[in-house]
Nanobody
Framework: QVQLVESGGGLVQAGGSLRLSCAAS????????MGWYRQAPEKQRELVAT???????NYADSVKGRFTISRDNAKNTVYLQMNSLKVEDTAVYYC?????????WGQGTQVTVSS
């Protein structure tokens, strides 16, 4: 089992920045992928960004150039730096841990961007 604890959500004005953190604990495999997904009201959950333990990253087109994902493998922690936030970035953001197609999810943290 893997437990994920997120922090860093909140309310910000459009154009502002937020940084999300997610700490993983439990049965952590040294080779894994962690990332962030989001779900807006009445919409499906969608990928935001992922990063492997080797540092390979993947971003949704909608956040490229604005969001940066990073991780500290020693702390089993992944971060999401969100800049130039837009109203349409408003959603619950979920941390994800993936090892061999077994997924674990955090409880989610609300990000609200006001106009």
């Amino acid at each position: 089992q893997v437990q994920l604890v997120e922090s860093g959500g909140g309310l910000v004005q459009a154009g502002g920045s937020l940084r999300l953190s997610c700490a993983a604990s439990g049965s952590i495999n040294r080779f894994n992928t962690m990332g962030w997904y989001r779900q807006a009201p009445e919409k499906q959950r969608e990928l935001v960004a992922t990063i492997t333990t080797g540092g390979s990253t993947n971003y949704a087109d909608s956040v490229k150039g604005r969001f940066t994902i990073s991780r500290d493998n020693a702390k089993n922690t992944v971060y999401l730096q969100m800049n130039s936030l837009k109203v349409e970035d408003t959603a619950v953001y979920y941390c994800n841990y993936n090892y061999r197609a077994v997924f674990y999810w955090g409880q989610g943290t609300q990000v609200t961007v006001s106009s």
